[in-house]
């Protein structure tokens, strides 16, 4: 069984800075990529950046790029992402997801793609 934890989640007031980890417990696993995931209330879970493991390729949804970034430490197995100039509209559940698939090509705006997901920690921004 393999889990991945969240952390780093909190409250915020707008323009500030916020940096989130995620890690997996468990099963060990080949890493092929991770990501980050955000659900508002309301609305559908929506994709955020992605990194790839082997050379660190990364993919950003437009509405954070140039805000936040994301990066790997190999090492433990740990993606984080920068969050800077915090919006009201970042606001959301962010959620991180893994994916041990390499017989695919990398898709990593899509949420099917990956196999293991974390529970979520919550991001508040005040305006």
């Known amino acids: 069984q393999v889990q991945l934890v969240e952390s780093g989640g909190g409250l915020v007031e707008a323009g500030g800075s916020l940096s989130l980890s995620c890690a997996p417990s468990?099963?060990?696993?080949?890493?092929?990529?991770m990501g980050w995931f955000r659900q508002a209330p309301g609305k559908r879970r929506e994709f955020v950046a992605a990194i790839k493991w082997s050379d660190s390729s990364t993919f950003y949804a437009n509405s954070v790029k140039g805000r936040f970034t994301i990066s790997r430490d190999i090492t433990k197995n740990t993606v984080y992402l920068q969050m800077n100039n915090l919006k009201a509209e970042d606001s959301a559940n962010y959620f991180c997801?893994?994916?041990?698939?390499?017989?695919?090509?990398?898709?990593?705006?899509?949420?099917?793609?990956?196999?293991?997901w974390g529970q979520g920690t919550q991001v508040t921004v005040s305006s």
């Open positions: 468990g099963r060990i696993f080949r890493t092929y990529s």
């Open positions: 997801a893994a994916d041990d698939d390499f017989t695919h090509p990398w898709y990593p705006d899509r949420e099917g793609r990956y196999d293991y």
